[in-house]
């Protein structure tokens, strides 16, 4: 007998093969984002480094590693015991 037309329970997103699938699509995605930046002008700027070459991906990278960080802190801060509202 044949495997191939087996129906299985897991999703699409939890097939190995597609996760692969989809962080190779982001990253391609990504790298056309940033060849973008060549055929791209900023006239409007605000300030100098603002006109360098990928400055909006890695401005928007490291603002989302940045706010990452910050809700870890704020989460050690703020975490409540696991009973906390059943006394």
Do not use: T
């Amino acid at each position: 007998m044949s495997d191939k037309h087996e129906v299985s329970d897991a999703s699409w997103f939890e097939k190995p093969a597609n996760v692969n699938k989809l962080i190779v699509g982001l990253v391609v995605v990504c790298v056309g984002l940033v060849l973008a930046d060549f055929f791209y002008v900023n006239d409007h700027a605000h300030f100098p480094i603002e006109k360098l070459f990928g400055f909006q991906a890695v401005f928007g990278f490291v603002a989302f590693v940045v706010v990452v960080f910050l809700g870890v802190g704020l989460r050690r801060i703020i975490k409540r015991d696991e009973g906390y509202y059943d006394r």
